[in-house]
């Protein structure tokens, strides 16, 4: 468990489905991430596998004792090159407001002060503004940009719909 400001940044449990289910039904959070809206049995479905493993943090407002969001954290391939990736969704009605960016900055000082994380990565879409505003604001640095890197989803001839991809890291010292 992580304690900020307004957070709390801690292991998903399996009653955190519904607030889950809140934000991943919304067709609005899938605009630059692979996945289409959840019905409320694969919420709980994700919540369940999630409470199970070490790969997603929920992020829980302290005020309200609420999940607005949550942290993608993995630890990659690998172990002992010491990196994670990092990545977030939260949930609209609480965007804009700093709490991502508030939960990644403790999420990153934890990482190298307390796993001896050596780096950390995470990649968005360049027109994904607010995620890479929260990176920047972070300090990770900009690494990369790659050109029509992925797809997430295929046009309705069956075309790919490429999009381009930031890259972005920050080393332990600097
Ligand atoms: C990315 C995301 C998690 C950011 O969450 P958040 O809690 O709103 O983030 P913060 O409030 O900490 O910071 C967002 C920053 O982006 C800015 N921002 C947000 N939308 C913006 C837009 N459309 N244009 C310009 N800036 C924008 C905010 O103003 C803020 O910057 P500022 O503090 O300098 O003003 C949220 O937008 C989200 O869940 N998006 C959908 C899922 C997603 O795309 N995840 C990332 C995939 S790589």
Redesign the pocket.
């Known amino acids: 468990m992580i304690e900020t400001e307004r957070l709390f940044i801690r292991k998903f449990i399996k009653n955190d489905w519904a607030d889950l289910y809140e934000?991943l039904s919304l067709k609005?959070?899938?605009?630059?991430?692979p996945g289409e809206p959840v019905s409320r049995d694969e919420a709980k479905r994700l919540a369940d596998e999630r409470s199970k493993g070490d790969d997603f943090l929920a992020v829980v407002l302290k005020e309200r004792n609420k999940m607005i969001?949550h942290l993608y954290f993995h630890h990659e391939d690998p172990k002992e090159y010491m990196t994670w990736e990092l990545?977030?969704?939260?949930?609209?009605v609480?965007?804009?407001?700093?709490?991502?960016?508030?939960a990644?900055k403790h999420i990153i000082d934890y990482a190298f002060k307390q796993l001896n994380a050596h780096r950390i990565v995470?990649?968005?879409?360049p027109k994904?503004?607010?995620?890479w505003?929260?990176l920047e604001?972070t300090g990770m640095k900009r690494e990369g940009y790659f050109r029509e890197k992925a797809f997430f989803r295929r046009d309705e001839n069956g075309n790919p719909l490429w999009h381009d991809c930031l890259a972005y890291g920050l080393l332990s010292y600097k």
């Open positions: 934000y609005e959070i899938y605009v630059f991430e969001g990545g977030y969704i939260f949930n609209p609480y965007q804009r407001k700093g709490y991502c960016t508030e990644c995470s990649y968005c879409n994904n503004i607010a995620s505003r929260v604001k």
